[in-house]
């Protein structure tokens, strides 16, 4: 499985971004789909994430209403439209897939994903 994020980029705060993680190779259709962040000098951090068949959808509390995720299966695409964004939401955002079809509570844990995409920077200014 190959991953690419893109839509990273500098915006100001209370404006939006949509990313994008386009998927190819062997899909997994019901293996969940995540989205994580890495600010400088913090961990990575869990985002939200969903499956391919949208059963599930989960949020981190602090994007829970201003985040969503979604994904478009005849595009094998995965996005994270972000609205009201904070210069706190500032980091690279990696988008993620898993191999195995983990309950929800896994799904916040980046050890849950095995393939990884290479990163998108989001720049929120103040």
């Known amino acids: 499985v190959q991953l690419q994020a893109s839509g990273g980029g500098l915006v100001q705060a209370g404006g939006s971004l949509r990313l994008s993680c386009a998927a190819s190779?062997?899909?997994?259709?019901?293996?969940?789909m995540g989205w994580f962040r890495q600010a400088p000098g913090k961990e990575r951090e869990f985002v939200a994430a969903?499956?391919?068949?949208?059963?599930?959808?989960l949020y981190a509390d602090s994007m829970r209403g201003r985040f969503t995720i979604s994904r478009d299966r005849a595009k094998n695409t995965v996005y994270l439209q972000m609205n009201s964004l904070k210069p706190e939401d500032t980091a690279v955002y990696y988008c993620?897939?898993?191999?195995?079809?983990?309950?929800?509570?896994?799904?916040?844990?980046?050890?849950?994903?095995?393939?990884w995409g290479q990163g998108t920077l989001v720049t929120v200014s103040s």
């Open positions: 190779g062997p899909t997994f259709s019901n293996n969940p």
């Open positions: 993620a897939c898993a191999t195995r079809n983990w309950a929800a509570g896994v799904l916040t844990s980046s050890s849950a994903y095995n393939y």
């Open positions: 969903i499956r391919w068949s949208g059963g599930t959808i």
